[in-house]
């Protein structure tokens, strides 16, 4: 009896150290933004984020009022909206770090024409 006992606190330590041992790496993941990247911010709804600086381009997601990684800049198709003027600025974007490059169009993003801080392309 003493011997199963034995073996069901050592099972039961064992556990509870496997459970530490995740909680620990969990806690030390990346956040999901890179820091070396601007922050760049939707601030419009329903902004389509694009596989290309243009219009015509597959519409890879559509996000609102969303933080995004800015990776770099570029002038492409000049994009009109009456509400809020046109641009011709696009900035290159990642969800989070290592994910897949989409455009939006500068005239969504807080920032102007053409966004301090993020690189041209």
Same mark, same amino acid.
């Given at each position: 009896? +003493?011997?199963?006992?034995?073996?069901?606190?050592?099972? $039961?330590?064992?556990? %509870?150290?496997?459970? #530490?041992?995740? %909680?620990?790496?969990?806690?030390?993941?990346?956040?999901?933004?890179?820091?070396? @990247?601007?922050? =760049?911010?939707? *601030?419009?709804?329903? =902004?389509? @984020?694009?596989?290309?600086?243009?219009?015509?381009?597959?519409? @890879? %997601?559509?996000?609102?009022?969303? *933080? $995004? !990684?800015?990776? &770099?800049?570029? /002038?492409? /198709?000049? =994009?009109?909206?009456?509400?809020?003027? #046109?641009?011709? *600025?696009?900035?290159?974007?990642?969800?989070?770090? #290592?994910? !897949?490059?989409? *455009? =939006?169009?500068?005239?969504?993003?807080?920032? #102007?024409? +053409?966004?301090?801080?993020?690189? !041209? &392309?």
């Amino acid at each position: 009896m +003493k011997s199963l006992m034995r073996r069901s606190a050592t099972a $039961l330590a064992t556990a %509870a150290l496997a459970v #530490g041992a995740l %909680a620990t790496t969990a806690q030390a993941a990346p956040a999901d933004g890179d820091p070396a @990247l601007t922050d =760049v911010y939707i *601030w419009a709804t329903d =902004v389509n @984020l694009r596989a290309r600086p243009d219009t015509s381009s597959t519409v @890879l %997601a559509v996000r609102s009022r969303y *933080w $995004l !990684d800015a990776v &770099c800049q570029t /002038q492409g /198709q000049y =994009v009109e909206d009456p509400a809020v003027g #046109g641009n011709s *600025w696009w900035t290159a974007v990642q969800e989070y770090a #290592g994910s !897949d490059i989409a *455009w =939006v169009s500068n005239l969504y993003l807080r920032g #102007g024409e +053409k966004i301090a801080g993020v690189p !041209d &392309c």
